[in-house]
């Protein structure tokens, strides 16, 4: 136990400090770059182009940076909390359309209570097994809804999640390999003290219900 | 156009090299003059009161006082002085915070030359700039945040073939497809896209949008 609250703490820590290095610093650097590019003038026009090509180039690498350090830390999730970083992260999975909740086919709905500003470490793991949840409803369930509901219990947040999807054995599904990500929904319950319930059945979808206490 | 004095502008970032960039790249702008360059949120506040800048642009995030602070303080003090909030990444919370502070538009730090000088003008002239590479998400976010800039405009009213092409611009549609479902021109859809805008004096298609899903022209 001690040993996964060493080993997540270390993780999110190094995550945090590799986001704010390269949103931080490398990006002003680049539009620095960028910007002094613009003020030089050519006169060729095949200069012209090559300018204009690097400029991309730059504001390629920006967008890309920006994607790494969104996933490493989400901004949002430092600065206004919980419910603020998941709304994003449901709106920005479905990139590209307004109605930022559909992706691949499954919709995404989010509802909550006024949540007590969360210790940040809290927030992380919370986040954390959200986005585990939502990609696996994404990668395995086939589902069409998701539904994610966090909620205040005698002074427990409680986080219910609910896919109509295909469902799954749990006792199987972690002892394989490719149970990571189950492993990590449940150490990061367990370090928070918190209980995680996982009622699952082919082809009845999941249901996860998370309680921790605050 | 502008021939007689310059758009009198204050830049705010704890970077010093970024400032140093953007004051080369507007360096050969005659009618744009950067006047001073603030560290931080607190110095900005200072200058603004000294200088009494036409526009200031402002990262968000700086020690001291941060964008969003001070965007409040100058908007409340100096509401003659125009805000564009600048960001790194398209934070969109930060933006919808920047934005309800009393910041006039934003720009994120990869936007070009001509759109930051695009920026500087619109609002300058009591205008509002939406980035023209704004995600999908935040144009929703900034239509449904508390920030409005249209509450006091008397509304226009549109013809039920520009409601659709608002609605279809919404679903990103290209001028092209829209073109083809109303059995129109492209010609004609630009020429319908021009007068939406220039009536809801948007710059861009982001502007657009947000309008169309405030006005619930567009439902999300
Ligand atoms: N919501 C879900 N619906 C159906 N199956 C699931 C769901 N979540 C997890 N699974 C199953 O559990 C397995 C283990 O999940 P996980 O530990 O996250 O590993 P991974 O996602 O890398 O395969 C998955 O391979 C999948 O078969
Ligand atoms: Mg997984």
Redesign the pocket.
Same mark, same amino acid.
């Not at chain 1, 350090?69 to 994003?88: C, F, H, Q, W």
């Not at chain 2, 001291?64 to 001070?70: C, H, I, Q």
């Not at chain 2, 910041?103 to 939406?130: F, M, R, W």
């Given at each position: 136990m001690a040993k996964i609250l060493a080993e997540i703490t270390t993780l999110e820590n190094e995550r945090a400090r590799v986001a704010n290095d390269l949103h931080d610093e490398l990006g002003p650097l680049l539009s620095a770059i960028k910007f002094k590019l613009s003020s030089i003038e050519t006169h060729l026009p095949e200069d012209e182009l090559v300018m204009q090509q690097t400029s991309e180039h730059i504001v390629d690498i920006i967008s890309r940076m920006r994607e790494i350090s969104n996933d490493l830390m989400p901004n949002t999730l430092i600065r206004k909390g919980l419910v603020y970083a998941i709304d994003e992260f449901i709106g920005k999975l479905g990139n590209g359309q307004i109605h930022g909740e559909t992706v691949h086919g499954l919709t995404i709905s989010f509802s909550h209570v006024d949540v007590p500003e969360l210790p940040k470490n809290m927030a992380i793991n919370i986040y954390r097994i959200i986005q585990?949840?939502v $990609?696996? &409803?994404i990668? $395995? !369930?086939? !589902?069409s809804l =998701?539904r994610i509901n966090v909620l205040m219990k005698d002074k427990k947040l409680v986080l219910q999640t609910e896919?109509n999807?295909?469902?799954?054995?749990?006792g199987? !599904?972690?002892k &394989?390999s !490719?149970?990571? *990500? =189950?492993?990590? =929904?449940v150490s990061r319950t367990e370090i928070m003290g918190g209980d995680l319930f996982i009622e699952?059945k082919k082809g009845k *979808? &999941?249901v996860?219900t998370i309680e921790i206490p605050v | 156009m502008r021939k007689s004095a310059p758009i009198r502008i204050l830049l705010a970032d704890d970077h010093e090299i970024f400032r140093d960039g953007f004051q080369v790249m507007l360096k050969k702008q005659d009618y744009i003059k950067l006047i001073g360059e603030a560290a931080n949120g607190r110095e900005l506040v200072e200058m603004v009161g000294m200088l009494q800048p036409d526009v200031v642009i402002t990262d968000i995030k700086m020690p001291e006082l941060d964008g969003v602070e001070a965007t409040r303080i100058i908007a409340n003090k100096y509401p003659a002085i125009q805000v564009i909030g600048l960001t790194m990444f398209d934070d969109d919370n930060l933006i919808i915070d920047m934005l309800e502070a009393g910041a006039k538009g934003y720009l994120l730090k990869s936007a070009h030359k001509k759109e930051i000088i695009e920026a500087i003008q619109t609002v300058y002239n009591k205008e509002v700039y939406y980035c023209k590479s704004t995600s999908a998400n935040l144009m929703r976010l900034i239509a449904q945040s508390r920030y409005n800039p249209y509450k006091h405009e008397p509304k226009p009213v549109f013809t039920d073939k520009e409601l659709e092409v608002m609605r279809m611009i919404c679903q990103q549609a290209s001028n092209k497809e829209i073109a083809a479902h109303l059995s129109l021109s492209i010609r004609t859809i630009e020429g319908y896209r021009d007068r939406i805008q220039e009536r809801i004096k948007a710059k861009n298609m982001v502007g657009i949008v947000v309008y169309a899903i405030r006005e619930g022209i567009y439902k999300v």
């Amino acid at each position: 136990m001690a040993k996964i609250l060493a080993e997540i703490t270390t993780l999110e820590n190094e995550r945090a400090r590799v986001a704010n290095d390269l949103h931080d610093e490398l990006g002003p650097l680049l539009s620095a770059i960028k910007f002094k590019l613009s003020s030089i003038e050519t006169h060729l026009p095949e200069d012209e182009l090559v300018m204009q090509q690097t400029s991309e180039h730059i504001v390629d690498i920006i967008s890309r940076m920006r994607e790494i350090s969104n996933d490493l830390m989400p901004n949002t999730l430092i600065r206004k909390g919980l419910v603020y970083a998941i709304d994003e992260f449901i709106g920005k999975l479905g990139n590209g359309q307004i109605h930022g909740e559909t992706v691949h086919g499954l919709t995404i709905s989010f509802s909550h209570v006024d949540v007590p500003e969360l210790p940040k470490n809290m927030a992380i793991n919370i986040y954390r097994i959200i986005q585990e949840i939502v $990609h696996n &409803t994404i990668k $395995h !369930a086939k !589902a069409s809804l =998701l539904r994610i509901n966090v909620l205040m219990k005698d002074k427990k947040l409680v986080l219910q999640t609910e896919d109509n999807g295909s469902g799954f054995d749990y006792g199987d !599904a972690s002892k &394989t390999s !490719a149970g990571f *990500g =189950l492993r990590n =929904l449940v150490s990061r319950t367990e370090i928070m003290g918190g209980d995680l319930f996982i009622e699952s059945k082919k082809g009845k *979808g &999941t249901v996860y219900t998370i309680e921790i206490p605050v | 156009m502008r021939k007689s004095a310059p758009i009198r502008i204050l830049l705010a970032d704890d970077h010093e090299i970024f400032r140093d960039g953007f004051q080369v790249m507007l360096k050969k702008q005659d009618y744009i003059k950067l006047i001073g360059e603030a560290a931080n949120g607190r110095e900005l506040v200072e200058m603004v009161g000294m200088l009494q800048p036409d526009v200031v642009i402002t990262d968000i995030k700086m020690p001291e006082l941060d964008g969003v602070e001070a965007t409040r303080i100058i908007a409340n003090k100096y509401p003659a002085i125009q805000v564009i909030g600048l960001t790194m990444f398209d934070d969109d919370n930060l933006i919808i915070d920047m934005l309800e502070a009393g910041a006039k538009g934003y720009l994120l730090k990869s936007a070009h030359k001509k759109e930051i000088i695009e920026a500087i003008q619109t609002v300058y002239n009591k205008e509002v700039y939406y980035c023209k590479s704004t995600s999908a998400n935040l144009m929703r976010l900034i239509a449904q945040s508390r920030y409005n800039p249209y509450k006091h405009e008397p509304k226009p009213v549109f013809t039920d073939k520009e409601l659709e092409v608002m609605r279809m611009i919404c679903q990103q549609a290209s001028n092209k497809e829209i073109a083809a479902h109303l059995s129109l021109s492209i010609r004609t859809i630009e020429g319908y896209r021009d007068r939406i805008q220039e009536r809801i004096k948007a710059k861009n298609m982001v502007g657009i949008v947000v309008y169309a899903i405030r006005e619930g022209i567009y439902k999300v």
